[in-house]
């Protein structure tokens, strides 16, 4: 048996577990530079504030109904994450993080377990030990634990936050009230298509012929298929390492001159390069680009990137951002108003398996370097050691007009109890 766990409105929740007084309120977290609305409450649902919606659009709606906004922050859910999988871990030996709040574990040698109990007990402890509400769905696949989560989260009450898929009887009946649009795996233009061939739900779904299916949807969408009617053909997935690693911001403001970019360009390719050598990997290809704010049509409007291959593979900070800075020269144009740039580090190969090159070769007296920095940094806090380029009198942040504490990551923001 699988077993999806899932935590209730996560980032909400995050914020309800240090403000006890946000439990019930109508709570939504908005995206980087605080622009759109990318996790709402269940209450902010009722509302009807949708999910991406812009918040200057609906500012309006949040003051009449007293809704609760925050900036995302990063920090605290990526903790709180960490704290909910290290306890699922020990209910399981063999777990998958699926997402910053999502897992799943498969329960192989648990025939004589009652998992109804079970799941009560792994939901009780995450909640005891995190304050993360979660729900629980278990089944003989992927795709039908997400099924069965699904209706663990819709009727909490009745089935206490835990639902188990077992019999013929629960399948079938779970998947003709899943909607077709809802089944994990079926996109947007799938889903579109399914709805005009008269397939509105999971049920009907499993009823097409697998040539049908492999001719439409390819063999993931077959694989997809026979998960729903209980044969299992995906198992758990061990984390691998990134192909590409990829560091975007937008800017707080827009920006004309390249001193400015450069110095963001700098910081992107840093914390590339860290992420880097944080999984042993050596990059071959740096990707720059840069583009204005495709919002204000009263603009001039730009957008171009470059690729530059690096002349031997590398994860030093000092030799990407010479590459980084190379592209971003080719690429900038004056007389623009630029709003973001980025950089991506690609073509990744592991660091022991280095193609040496008759003519060039990595600088050896970088890898102590970095491996000083990435060590200082992660003792007394993340870029604190930085380089000239990055412009060292320069704080960059991005707009977070109602970002909470950082409650679990920062000893200023650890709560104080007075008695």
């Known amino acids: 048996m699988f077993a999806l766990v899932d935590c209730n409105n996560f980032y909400a929740s995050c914020q309800r577990v240090f403000e006890p007084h946000l439990i019930g309120k109508p709570v939504v977290i908005l995206s980087n530079n605080d622009g759109c609305v990318i996790a709402r409450s269940n209450e902010a649902k009722v509302l009807g504030v949708p999910m991406g919606a812009p918040a200057f659009e609906y500012k309006k709606l949040f003051e009449d109904n007293n809704v609760f906004v925050f900036s995302s922050n990063y920090a605290l859910y990526g903790d709180m994450s960490s704290r909910v999988m290290n306890i699922l871990s020990t209910f399981s030996p063999d777990i998958e993080v699926y997402s910053i709040d999502e897992a799943f574990l498969k329960f192989q040698g648990f025939e004589k377990f009652d998992l109804q109990e079970y799941g009560i007990t792994i939901q009780r402890s995450v909640t005891k030990g995190t304050g993360i509400p979660i729900s629980v769905g278990f089944a003989p696949t992927k795709a039908l634990a997400k099924v069965a989560n699904k209706i663990a989260k819709k009727f909490p009450e009745k089935t206490k936050s835990v639902y188990i898929i077992d019999t013929e009887e629960k399948r079938i009946k779970a998947l003709k009230w899943t909607k077709i649009e809802d089944v994990w795996g079926i996109g947007r233009k799938h889903a579109k298509r399914l709805q005009n061939s008269k397939v509105t739900n999971a049920f009907q779904f499993t009823q097409l012929t697998d040539e049908w299916v ?132 690609m073509g990744l190969t592991p660091n022991n398996e280095t193609q040496l090159s008759l003519f060039s070769a990595s600088n050896p007296k970088h890898q102590p370097l970095m491996s000083v920095v990435d060590k200082l940094n992660k003792s007394i806090g993340q870029t604190k050691v930085r380089f000239a380029s990055q412009s060292m009198g320069r704080q960059w942040k991005m707009k977070q007009e109602k970002l909470s504490a950082s409650f679990t990551t920062k000893l200023k923001d650890v709560i104080q109890i007075h008695l």
């Open 214 to 345: 492999r001719r439409e949807m390819s063999v993931v969408g077959l694989r997809l298929k026979h998960e729903l009617q209980g044969k299992p053909t995906l198992n758990l997935e061990v984390a691998k390492d990134k192909k590409m690693i990829a560091t975007t911001r937008s800017f707080d403001k827009m920006h004309t001159k390249i001193e400015d970019i450069s110095e963001r360009v700098a910081t992107f390719t840093a914390s590339c390069a860290e992420k880097l050598r944080r999984q042993n990997s050596h990059c071959n290809m740096v990707m720059v680009f840069v583009h204005t704010n495709g919002f204000r049509k009263d603009q001039p409007q730009y957008s171009r990137n470059i690729v530059i291959k690096t002349d031997f593979p590398t994860n030093s900070t000092i030799e990407l951002n010479h590459y980084a800075q190379i592209g971003l020269n080719q690429i900038f144009k004056e007389g623009y108003h630029y709003k973001k740039a980025g950089v991506i580090v």
